[in-house]
T-cell receptor, first 114, second 110 residues
Framework: EAEVAQSPRYKITEKSQAVAFWCDPI?????LYWYRQILGQGPELLVQ????????DSQLPKDRFSAERLKGVDSTLKIQPAELGDSAMYLC????????????FGPGTRLTVL | GENVEQHPSTLSVQEGDSAVIKCTYS??????FPWYKQELGKRPQLIID?????GEKKDQRIAVTLNKTAKHFSLHITETQPEDSAVYFC?????????FGTGTRLTVIP
């Protein structure tokens, strides 16, 4: 069964450093999402792509976060500089079509900022 | 945006008993309501979903009910088993976006 892939699975960094996370959605899924999940809470949407275009990045802290999906397939989420409060699980999800379709989640990248 | 509230935050039941988790949402435009199960250290996985034109949906031991007038929906798990222990998240969708509840940690006691 096809799954969403993410790497790395774990990342430890010091504050003010740059970090990057990678996501490879299920083949053929046009919509890709990046979520942040703080321990004990539900996922919160950071950015949504439809193919290579950003559909919604209203919750993305654009002063330090950036995301791209240049060829409409895999995607990269970057944080520069990282802050202590960025420690969280970063989940990627994809869906066949955006509207009201099941989102399949990747295993996540657990970020710890020291 | 949408505001989804989920209760209870923790729930312990004896194996074989039923478990009920409730969620409310604020935006009447929401029209898709999935439930995700997340085991410790694993990815969230969809277990059941319901759309706004349906009041109830069942899949074996799992059922979801939706009351659009009251803006609430519930997850029902019958004959609980130890492997049902996990964190369960409800969500409500407006357009392409999912808004998640804060999760319910379900523990099934053997």
């Amino acid at each position: 069964e096809a799954e969403v892939a993410q790497s790395p699975r774990y990342k430890i960094t010091e504050k003010s450093q740059a970090v990057a996370f990678w996501c490879d959605p299920i083949s053929g899924h046009a919509t890709l999402y990046w979520y942040r999940q703080i321990l004990g809470q539900g996922p919160e949407l950071l950015v949504q792509f439809q193919d290579e275009s950003v559909v919604d990045d209203s919750q993305l802290p654009k002063d330090r976060f950036s995301a791209e999906r240049l060829k409409g397939v895999d995607s990269t989420l970057k944080i520069q500089p990282a802050e202590l409060g960025d420690s969280a699980m970063y989940l990627c999800a994809s869906s066949l079509f955006g509207l009201n379709n099941e989102q399949f989640f990747g295993p996540g990248t657990r970020l710890t900022v020291l | 945006g949408e505001n989804v509230e989920q209760h209870p935050s923790t729930l312990s039941v004896q194996e074989g008993d039923s478990a009920v988790i409730k969620c409310t949402y604020s935006d009447s435009a929401s029209n898709y309501f999935p439930w995700y199960k997340q085991e410790l250290g694993k990815r969230p996985q969809l277990i059941i979903d319901i759309r706004s034109n349906v009041g109830e949906k069942k899949d074996q031991r799992i059922a979801v009910t939706l009351n659009k007038t009251a803006k609430h929906f519930s997850l029902h798990i019958t004959e609980t088993q130890p492997e049902d222990s996990a964190v369960y998240f409800c969500a409500a969708s407006i357009g392409n976006n999912l808004f998640f509840g804060t999760g319910t940690r379900l523990t099934v006691i053997p």
